[in-house]
């Protein structure tokens, strides 16, 4: 079955530093999705950023930006300039391609500190 | 605005009562979803529907049955509410053929049984 894990249940960054938050999975298959959700406090779920498995090239989208690692099933956020906007709960997430379903991680609270 | 909507945003119940959650979405999507959120466990599938007229158990489907109504709608039932079943609800949505689109999220529903 494949799972997602993320590793820090908590994180802190100073104002305007960088920050980057962990996942794994596990997967047997070839093809796939990977997500990274944000959740502030409001409670809505955002989608942050995608990258497809078969696209060797790394997602970005502004000052999120993702290192995937095929090999080792592993698929970290990066986040550039921390804004006190972007703290909140952080998901990541996978979906098969031949899959209706999303599997999420347990997430990452990230604290931004002034 | 278009997205996905559910009501209600807060509901306390006794043990022992029922309640349907509702969720309509206007993007013409075909897949939908819902999932629950406690703290430290992540979103759990309960149950999603591929398509119009088809449902299928999640992770967690104990105590919970669903309806697609129609294409916009899917409901969730809590026939004999439980204090375990004291979470916050997601449903969700996702175009079918776009493969590496991630969820539109509603903005969740937090239910609380005493």
């Known amino acids: 079955a494949q799972t997602v894990t993320q590793s820090q249940p908590e994180m802190s960054v100073q104002e305007a530093e960088t920050v980057t938050l962990s996942c794994t999975y596990d997967?047997?298959?070839?093809?796939?999705?990977l997500f990274w959700y944000k959740q502030p406090p409001s409670r809505q779920m955002i989608l942050v950023i995608r990258?497809?498995?078969?696209?060797?090239q790394n997602a970005t989208e502004n000052r999120f930006s993702v290192n995937f690692q095929k090999a080792a099933k592993s698929f970290s956020l990066k986040i550039s300039d921390s804004q006190l906007g972007d703290a909140a709960m952080y998901f990541c997430?996978?979906?098969?391609?031949?899959?209706?379903?999303?599997?999420f991680g347990k997430g990452t609270r990230l604290h931004i500190l002034p | 605005n278009a997205g996905v909507t559910q009501t209600p945003k807060f509901q306390v119940l006794k043990t022992g009562q029922s309640m349907t959650l509702q969720c309509a979405q206007d993007?013409?999507?075909?897949?939908m979803y819902w999932y629950r959120q406690d703290p430290g466990m992540g979103l759990r599938l309960i149950y999603y529907?591929?398509?119009?007229?088809?449902?299928d158990k999640g992770e967690v489907p104990n105590g919970y049955n669903v309806s697609r109504l129609n294409k916009r709608e899917f409901s969730l039932r809590l026939e004999s509410a439980a204090p375990s079943q004291t979470s916050v609800y997601f449903c969700?949505?996702?175009?079918?053929?776009?493969?590496?689109?991630?969820?539109?999220f509603g903005s969740g529903t937090r239910l609380t049984v005493v």
């Open positions: 990258q497809e498995a078969y696209k060797q």
């Open positions: 529907s591929a398509s119009e007229g088809t449902t």
């Open positions: 993007m013409n999507h075909n897949s």
């Open positions: 997967t047997s298959e070839s093809d796939y999705y």
């Open positions: 969700a949505s996702r175009p079918v053929g776009r493969s590496n689109y991630g969820y539109t």
């Open positions: 997430a996978y979906r098969r391609d031949r899959d209706d379903k999303i599997i």
